[in-house]
C-alpha cells in the first residue's frame, strides 16, 4: 500500500537525486568545454581535469555545512564547482580575467572563494594538508562548530607533512576530514613501486583517527558515507580520514588521454566507464521515475549556464599591470 509518508520519502528522494546529478553534470560539462576550447590557447594555465572523480567531490560537499571549509589540489575543478556551483567565477579565473575573485592570477591550479567556504587549493602535492589542520584548529578554538574537508591524492601520504599533519590532528582531536582521493598513481607511479605497506587504512586507524574507505561511483553511497563520517568527527571528537577510490580519465596534466603511455593500459577504464559517476546517476534518475524531458531540461539550462559563463570570461578585461602588486606581502 502506498501512503503519504510514503510518497514524500520518495520525493525526498528524488529531490536529493536531482541536486546530486545537476552537481555531476555541471563539473563534466565545464572540463568537456574546458576540452573543446582549450586549443584556442586563451586559457592560459595547465588544466588538471577531474573526469572520472566527480562523485567524491559532490559526494563529501553535499554533506558538508554550507558555511564549513574545503582546501585541495591543483586538481581543483570538481571540487570548487560541487562546493560554489559559481561558473562565471570558474571561468572568468580559467581565462585569467579581473572579473575573477583572484582577478587571473591563480589559473586552474589555485582556485579560492571563502565566501563559499573553498579556502585554496595548491599545486605543491601535499601542501594544503597543515594549511587545513590549522584551520581546523582555528575552528575548534572559536567553538563555531565547522568541519574543515582537505582533499589530496593518494600520492601526498608520501610526503613527511601529510604524517605530521594526521598526527597533530589525531593529538589535538581536531574536526577535519582528510579526504584521499585515490586512483592508485603519484602521477605516472603505482602504489607498488611507493609504498612499504600494503593498506594505508590500517596505518591510519592506529592513529586517534576514524578511518574509512569505498570503492565506489556512486554519488549517493560517498555522500551517506561522508555523512556517517561528519556525525562521528562531531560525536566523538576525532579527525576522520576517507580513502575514495576512482580512475582517472585523462592524462595526469592536459586535456588528452594517455592510455598509449608504457604506465596504464586502456583495459582498465573500460570497467570505470560502466559506472561512470554522471551516466550512473542519471539511471537512477529514470528509475526514480524522473521524466528524460525533465533530466534533458535541467541539461540544457546548465549548458546555457556555461555557455554564457563563457562568453562573459572571453568578453572580460585581463588585469592591469598594477594588480600584481596587490595582496603580496613579501
Known amino acids: 500500500?502506498?501512503?503519504?509518508?510514503?510518497?514524500?520519502?520518495?520525493?525526498?528522494?528524488?529531490?536529493?537525486?536531482?541536486?546530486?546529478y545537476k552537481k555531476l553534470y555541471l563539473i563534466r560539462r565545464c572540463e568537456e568545454k574546458i576540452i573543446t576550447h582549450y586549443s584556442e590557447d586563451q586559457m592560459k594555465t595547465p588544466m588538471h581535469m577531474s573526469m572520472g572523480a566527480e562523485a567524491i567531490a559532490v559526494g563529501i560537499c553535499q554533506a558538508l555545512e554550507a558555511n564549513d571549509?574545503?582546501?585541495?589540489?591543483?586538481?581543483?575543478?570538481?571540487?570548487?564547482?560541487a562546493k560554489t556551483e559559481d561558473t562565471d567565477d570558474f571561468f572568468a579565473e580559467i581565462y585569467g580575467k579581473q572579473t575573477a575573485s583572484l582577478k587571473g592570477r591563480g589559473g586552474s591550479m589555485h582556485l579560492c572563494s571563502p565566501d563559499y567556504?573553498?579556502?585554496?587549493?595548491?599545486?605543491?602535492?601535499?601542501?594544503?594538508?597543515p594549511v587545513a589542520v590549522g584551520a581546523a584548529f582555528a575552528n575548534k578554538q572559536a567553538n563555531n562548530d565547522r568541519i574543515v574537508a582537505v582533499f589530496f591524492g593518494d600520492g601526498a601520504v608520501e610526503e613527511g607533512v601529510f604524517w605530521e599533519s594526521l598526527n597533530l590532528a589525531s593529538l589535538m582531536k581536531?574536526?577535519?576530514?582528510?579526504?584521499?582521493?585515490?586512483?592508485?598513481?603519484a602521477v605516472h607511479t603505482p602504489k607498488s613501486q611507493r609504498r612499504g605497506y600494503e593498506s594505508i587504512i590500517d596505518v591510519v586507524s592506529n592513529f586517534n583517527c576514524l578511518a574509512f574507505e569505498a570503492k565506489t561511483t556512486d554519488v549517493e553511497v560517498i555522500h551517506k558515507l561522508?555523512?556517517?563520517?561528519?556525525?562521528?568527527?562531531k560525536t566523538e571528537m576525532l579527525p576522520c580520514f576517507l580513502r575514495l577510490r576512482y580512475f582517472r580519465y585523462l592524462e595526469h596534466v592536459g586535456v588528452n588521454q594517455d592510455?598509449?603511455?608504457?604506465?596504464?593500459?586502456?583495459?582498465?577504464?573500460?570497467?570505470?566507464?560502466?559506472?561512470?559517476p554522471i551516466g550512473l546517476q542519471r539511471r537512477k534518475l529514470k528509475d526514480l521515475g524522473i521524466?528524460?524531458?525533465?533530466?534533458?531540461?535541467?541539461?540544457?539550462?546548465?549548458?546555457?549556464?556555461?555557455?554564457?559563463?563563457?562568453?562573459?570570461a572571453k568578453e572580460a578585461d585581463f588585469s592591469g599591470?598594477?594588480?600584481l602588486y596587490q595582496g603580496v606581502l613579501a
Open 1 to 20: 500500500m502506498i501512503t503519504t509518508e510514503k510518497i514524500k520519502k520518495k520525493n525526498k528522494i528524488s529531490k536529493l537525486n536531482l541536486q546530486y
Open 69 to 81: 571549509q574545503v582546501f585541495g589540489t591543483y586538481r581543483s575543478h570538481a571540487l570548487f564547482l
Open 117 to 129: 567556504g573553498f579556502m585554496g587549493t595548491s599545486a605543491i602535492v601535499a601542501s594544503a594538508i
Open 174 to 185: 581536531l574536526p577535519i576530514l582528510f579526504v584521499c582521493e585515490d586512483n592508485g598513481l
Open 226 to 233: 561522508a555523512s556517517k563520517a561528519i556525525d562521528r568527527v
Open 259 to 276: 592510455f598509449d603511455a608504457t604506465y596504464r593500459s586502456k583495459d582498465k577504464p573500460e570497467q570505470w566507464l560502466k559506472v561512470d
Open 291 to 312: 521524466e528524460e524531458e525533465e533530466i534533458t531540461d535541467i541539461e540544457m539550462d546548465i549548458n546555457s549556464k556555461i555557455d554564457s559563463s563563457i562568453a562573459k
Open 321 to 323: 599591470i598594477s594588480e
